[in-house]
């Protein structure tokens, strides 16, 4: 099988900057970036309550037991993913992520479109949307007059989101990192709070049997009676060890939501206490309002997820800031000015930008399909089982792009029809355009830089 693992001292730093410095670039991660502080920011960005704004909807298309196992089966593959990204982030320590590894990766040849595809590709709710839930449960509730944000004040709540998020990525790495320590201890310690206490909290807990065999669809509200379409429709150590504890947490988080839920129906009652917008949060009201007749332990739970997706938000933030990268390449206009660095931090203040990260794809793609002897390991190394991994990954990763661009409502309407295959087209053939009428003249991907004044944070 080759060698797999990571050997004691791989963790070393020295080894990363060794290996930047081989490939023809500087270190972009001060010392401060530990592997706890590496640890803490990727596990930010996955997020414990990652589900909470889904779980409703999931429920409803197939029942509990989709839910809970769909959770444990969508854990199996992303661990593939993961393992797979794990070897080439070893092998290529650098700023750029993806779009990196898909330059270096694809080669000569077709790198640089590789990486041009990966770079676009990386587009610009949750946190808005539990604040919105704080602020109804804490004026008195749905039913009792409590100030429900329109959907100006959600977006515009959103908009300030991401604009504090940027701000506090403007600092340096240093305090960046113990932001995200402080978000791993609030994720690990509030989540045990909210997973051991609802289910303690709430009156009554549905049966073993209901939460892991009951399989149920509700076509009158999505038109959907099939049980396996609804099934489809549900849902380097660091990066490792952050599937493993998220897998672990998460699904004791949505055990806890389930056992918790007191009448299944009332969940997506309009005019119950939270307008049935977020299930989740009608759980927590319920639960606690039963044992205490008010909302107070509703809205700190609340809180506590809230401060999870604040924290996700501004380690995605962070991890996502592609625009440097791109920039330092000059992939973009006006490169110059989005690649220069703060003269006191050493951060790319110009370039902070938020981005969602749906090109795990290339990468894989051309770690699998490239010469073995072309490929130079780091210390967590694949050997033989880096083609199997790969392409379990590559296909997982196309299964759930593919769902994604599903119909969820039938029947298809013109306000039901999913638009996200329209959308996704129009983009991606405007990249493709740009890079045949245009970017290929001048785009050669990423650039040595250690001779270049910008190239070091």
């Known amino acids: 099988m080759g060698r797999v693992g990571i ?18 670039y500087k270190q972009e991660l001060k010392r401060e970036m530990s592997l706890f502080k590496t640890l803490a920011i990727t596990f930010s960005i996955v997020a414990l309550f990652v589900g909470t704004p889904l779980y409703g909807q999931s429920l409803r298309y197939a029942g509990p037991a989709t839910l809970i196992w769909g959770w444990v089966a969508v854990t199996f593959f992303t661990v593939f993913v993961g393992v797979a990204l794990a070897e080439i982030c070893s092998s290529f320590p650098t700023t750029g992520s993806l779009y990196f590894w898909a330059a270096h990766l694809a080669g000569p040849k077709w790198g640089p ?3 041009w ?16 839930m704080i602020i109804l449960l804490a004026t008195g509730t749905h039913k009792n007059g409590g100030y429900f944000a329109p959907r100006g004040v959600f977006v515009a709540a959103y908009m300030g989101l991401a604009i504090i998020w940027a701000i506090l990525n403007s600092f340096s790495l240093q305090v960046i990192a113990f932001l995200d320590i402080i978000s791993f201890w609030w994720q690990v310690i509030g989540g045990g709070v909210v997973i051991v206490m609802l289910p303690l909290v709430a009156r009554t807990t549905q ?6 065999t009951h399989f149920e ?43 918790s839920i007191q009448n299944l129906e009332y969940l997506y009652d309009e005019n119950n206490e939270t307008r049935g917008k977020l299930v989740p949060a009608q759980i927590f009201y319920d639960a ?8 107070a332990g509703a809205i700190v739970f609340l809180c506590i997820i809230w401060g999870s997706y604040f924290f996700c938000g501004l380690s995605v933030t962070a991890a996502a800031a592609r625009v440097y990268a791109l920039s330092r390449d000059n992939g973009i206009p006006f490169s110059p000015n989005w690649r220069k660095l703060h003269p006191k931090y050493k951060v790319p203040r110009n370039a902070v930008a938020i981005g969602w990260i749906g090109a795990y794809a290339i990468p894989i793609y051309a770690r699998l399909v490239m ?24 296909l997982w990763v196309l299964y759930t792009c593919s769902v994604f661009l599903l119909p969820t409502l039938y029947p298809i309407t013109w306000n039901t029809f999913n638009y996200a295959p329209v959308a996704l087209g129009l983009v991606f053939t405007l990249i493709m355009l740009w890079w045949f009428l245009d970017g290929r003249k001048w785009f050669k991907g990423p650039v040595r830089n250690i001779d270049t004044q910008n190239g070091i944070c």
């Open 207 to 212: 049966p073993a049997s209901y939460v892991f």
């Open 113 to 115: 479109l590789a990486s």
């Open 217 to 259: 669809t509700s076509p009158g509200s999505t038109g959907v009676s099939s049980i396996p379409y609804a099934v489809i429709l549900t849902g380097p150590v660091a990066i490792l060890a952050s599937i493993a504890l998220i897998s672990v947490f998460g699904w004791a988080y949505i055990l806890s939501l389930t056992f």
């Open 288 to 295: 606690f309002h039963g044992r205490f007749h008010n909302s």
């Open 7 to 24: 050997p004691p001292d791989a963790l070393k730093i020295d080894s990363g900057e060794k290996r930047l410095n081989e490939l023809g």
């Open 371 to 394: 010469a073995e002897k072309n490929f130079k390991p780091g210390p967590f190394y694949l050997g033989k089982a880096r083609r199997p991994v790969c392409l379990i990954a590559f």
């Open 117 to 132: 595809c990966c770079a676009w590709l990386e587009t610009a709710y949750s946190g808005a949307q539990a604040l919105q």
